[in-house]
């Protein structure tokens, strides 16, 4: 039997809360009626683009506890995990030109990818956490992705919602916060 480990259990907990924090910000940000350059919109990415930053380090950690029982499981986890990873990688380059003009002007994310960037983070993270719930009976509640899709939409619905949605997303990774045991899985 193992436990989850200490770093799941801080990425759990930590980008909900880095994701709270960007939405509230958003919104002290917004109260002009302008979103834009200022001291709430400056720390606000800043906590967006360490949540991102974390994401991507978190569905590493994700395909860490996908049992690689058989070929097909191994290579279907490792293809959700590179495909979420290639979406956080999007986001944080959006968010980074957001930060930095300079970088905005001079090195803009190409049309396809900030077309294909959200979307491929979601699926990988989304069938990271399904195959979690299928191959690890216990381990992760069916209700638990569903509730990352759920804070998914309502990101896409207005971005005004991020701070339910991060919500959403705390409750729905509140299993992997908790130190559970699970059975062993083949490395």
Known sequence: MTSTTPTTRLLSVLIPLLLLSYGVLRLIDGMDGDHGPGVAWNLGHTFFLAAFLLFGAFVVVLRGLIPAATIRMRTAASAAMVTGVF???????????????????????????????????????????????????????????????????????????????????????SPLAHNRRCPNHAP
């Not at 090195?107 to 719930?133: C, K, R, S, T």
């Not at 339910?164 to 990774?173: E, N, P, Q, S, Y």
């Open 87 to 173: 979406g956080a990688g999007c986001f944080v380059w959006v968010i980074l030109g957001d930060l930095f003009s300079g970088l905005a002007d001079s090195a803009p994310l190409p049309g396809p990818l900030e077309f294909a960037g959200p979307p491929a983070f979601q699926l990988g993270m989304l069938a990271l956490l399904i195959m979690l719930v299928a191959v690890r009976p216990g381990r992760l509640p069916v209700w638990s992705p569903a509730l990352v899709a759920l804070s998914f939409i309502l990101i896409a619905v207005s971005l005004d919602l991020i701070p339910l949605a991060a919500v959403g997303l705390m409750a729905g990774f």
